[in-house]
């Protein structure tokens, strides 16, 4: 099965910078990378999504990046908010072109300074 | 997205008792999942709840421990069997539309 490894576990940065979290995945046949964030005592929250026929997507201060050849893909948190502050996740799914099995990492401990 | 409505939000039960978690999708739904999360980690796949047949468990789950029915599109129950304080977590009922996945707010469970 699919094996999605994160890092970092915990990350802390001042409010303004950006912050990067970086996954790796394990089955070439994944081609869609969810990112959920989870507030405290929240249920996960999807931020924004990539399919593998896309190498970057953007929304506002959120951003995506996949390379299929090195099967990373990448969340880009620009100009940081204490609101940020949260447990990131991200995810592959294995199955097709539809909604299969997602299988999360670890985790990502982010917290902005303020 | 999608509204995913999830009771109880919370039980404390003793040990070798059951307890079953309902979960309510809307229409948008067509695929719904279980999911487990311990304190502080990640999220681990229980099942594929399937309407009107058996559910697809993933390795390490059984179907004597976590029964699920799935009667209907929009309606889904998963049931935690013979608990052991092991079991205390926060199962988490997701469905998903053809391209993404939504959470409902989740169980917490404690088993004394």
């Known amino acids: 099965g699919e094996n999605v490894e994160q890092h970092p576990s915990t ?10 979290i970086k996954c790796t995945y394990s089955d070439s046949a994944s081609n869609y990378f969810p990112w959920y964030k989870q507030e405290l005592g929240k249920r996960p929250q999807l931020i924004i ?3 593998s026929n896309v190498g970057e ?37 294995s199955r097709g072109s539809t909604l299969g099995r997602l299988y999360f990492g670890r985790g990502t401990q982010l917290t902005v300074w303020p | 997205s999608a509204v995913i409505s999830q009771k109880p939000s919370r039980d404390i039960c003793q040990r070798g008792t059951s307890l079953t978690i309902q979960c309510q999708v809307d229409s948008q739904v067509t695929m719904m999942f279980w999911y487990r999360q311990q ?19 993933e390795s390490g789950f059984v179907i004597d421990k976590f029964p699920i029915s799935r009667p209907n599109l929009t309606f889904s129950t998963l049931t935690v069997s013979n608990m052991s304080p092991e079991d205390s977590s926060i199962y988490l009922c997701s469905g998903g539309t053809f391209e993404k996945l939504f959470f409902g707010s989740g169980t917490q469970l404690s088993v004394l």
């Open chain 1, 11 to 20: 990350l802390s940065v001042q409010e303004g910078d950006s912050a990067v």
């Open chain 1, 49 to 51: 999504d990539i399919r």
């Open chain 1, 57 to 93: 997507k953007k929304d506002q201060r959120i951003a995506v990046t996949l390379n299929k050849t090195a099967k990373h893909f990448s969340l880009h948190i620009t100009e940081t908010q204490p609101e940020d502050s949260a447990v990131y996740f991200c995810a592959a799914s």
């Open chain 2, 39 to 57: 304190p502080g980690q990640s999220l681990t796949l229980i099942a594929t709840a399937n309407q009107g047949s058996e559910a697809t468990y």
